[in-house]
């Protein structure tokens, strides 16, 4: 079969709508936590909720709205009007602060846990528009945009933007002190404005698609479920096995992604994981290109494979390692096996969507790679942290969780011998009381 050529516009649009977009995500995905962490001290709990309710709010916004756009067939106008409000709640982010909190709400016991419970329901707020716009209606036209003979290489296009857009969002925050509330309101003014002026831009640079007209698509509620009626399935089965598979493969990324900053910074002390992943992220992303134009000449099965075996590699390295030099191999193998993954399995999934039902089946993508990854993920991962030592406000505090380690009354020894808790010996000559805090 001939490859089909798509036009430069057709390139531009994807490139800047999937790269501002990502950048949007990433910040959701990965600072919104450091954010309420360092802010307001929200424990992992907190951080699992966020996620949760994120991914149920992108998946009905996704089944709803991309039924919608199907029913309209106006991607263009879903697209670009869905960026300039998302770009509005990013910038609205700017105003949960604590101070602000304290003025609006004076009576409230605590202002970290007002400030909690306000990022978590502007979080669902930014995702109905980010969803709408990016998940629902950007992904259906990139499905009508494309074909079989060329899908893979716009899949690897868009499936590396993710990972682009974290070494932009890294780069971008370094010069940002993140203890500092004044760091998030410049960073999310700044985003906000970027992705507003997206929106305005993709008036004039997105061109839709051929979407079937409104009359021929039926009832818009029956539309809404079409993807979950079991005739669908057993007509799409490899359809639905495929996104069975993508589930359990955005299940193991999801219990490690929302803690991976976290990770990097506190619990191995990379003051500059910036500069280590950076590299990692680079390789990776062009490790996706390829295997994008790989599916696009040899298919799923040949692909999807060593996708998988770089992502479980990239595992077993982290898991055993803690040094600069073995962390940043088992980034690199992580990396590039989940970009790699999220090219084939996309490219796939586009494949085998029945033609012009685009709209309707981003509700059921969004199940399979955002809502059960993004409920068992997190919740996998705040299960493994639960009795951690946490961070208090980015002032590395340690605290332990186990009662064993906080006794109720000091701990006493005969004169001059180390603590048998910490193994600290008393100051002061004599002294029989131990005046470690993590003990006393």
């Known amino acids: 079969m001939k490859k089909t050529k798509l036009s430069p516009r057709f390139w531009l649009a994807l490139t800047v709508f999937s790269f501002v977009g990502q950048v949007a995500w990433v910040v959701e995905n990965m600072y919104f936590n450091v954010f309420i962490y360092r802010m307001f001290r929200a424990s992992a709990r907190d951080i699992s909720v966020m996620v949760a309710a994120s991914a149920v709010a992108a998946t009905l ?3 709803f709205i991309g039924a919608l756009s199907d029913k309209l067939g106006k991607r263009r106008l879903f697209i670009a009007g869905g960026y300039i409000l998302w770009g509005i709640s990013i910038w609205s982010f700017a105003l949960i602060r604590t101070d602000v909190i304290e003025k609006i709400f004076p009576a409230a016991a605590s202002a970290a846990s007002v400030g909690v419970s306000l990022v978590i329901i502007m979080d669902c707020v930014m995702t109905f528009f980010g969803s709408s716009a990016n998940d629902a209606c950007f992904n259906a036209w990139l499905t009508d945009s494309t074909d079989a003979t060329n899908r893979g290489s716009a899949e690897g296009i868009n499936a590396m933007m993710p990972l682009i857009a974290i070494l932009a969002v890294f780069g971008g925050f370094m010069p940002f002190d993140l203890d500092k509330s004044s760091s998030w309101v410049t960073i999310y003014t700044i985003i906000g404005a970027v992705v507003l002026a997206v929106g305005i831009a993709g008036l004039f640079l997105i061109k839709d698609g051929e979407v079937k007209p409104a009359a021929e698509n039926g009832n818009y509620f029956r539309n809404i479920f079409y993807g979950f009626c079991p005739s669908v399935v057993r007509e799409n089965r490899i359809l639905y096995t495929v996104l069975g598979a993508f589930a359990v493969f955005g299940i193991s990324i999801q219990i490690f992604m929302p803690y991976l900053i976290l990770y990097y ?6 003051d ?20 994008g134009k790989l599916y696009d000449r040899r298919g799923f099965r040949m692909t999807v494979l060593p996708a998988l075996a770089l992502l479980a590699a990239g595992y077993v390295v982290l898991f055993f390692f803690r040094s600069t030099a073995p962390v940043f191999i088992g980034s690199l193998l992580m990396m590039s096996g989940y970009l790699a993954g999220m090219a084939v399995f996309g490219a796939m999934l586009r494949d085998y969507t029945p033609p012009h039902r685009a709209g309707m089946f981003q509700g059921l993508r969004i199940v399979g790679q955002v809502l059960v990854p993004g409920i068992i993920g997190p919740a996998i991962g705040a299960a493994v942290l639960r009795g951690a030592g946490t961070v208090l406000n980015g002032r590395h505090d340690l605290v332990r969780a186990e009662p064993q380690y906080i006794p109720r009354r000091p701990y006493r020894r005969s004169r001059g011998s180390a603590c048998a808790c910490c ?10 009381e131990c005046l470690n805090s993590i003990c006393s």
């Open 423 to 432: 193994g600290i010996r008393p100051a002061k000559k004599g002294k029989k």
């Open 265 to 270: 910074s506190v619990s191995l002390g990379m």
């Open 61 to 63: 916004t996704t089944l």
């Open 272 to 291: 500059d994981y910036v500069l280590v992943m950076a590299p990692a992220i680079v390789i990776a992303a062009v490790t996706t290109v390829l295997f």
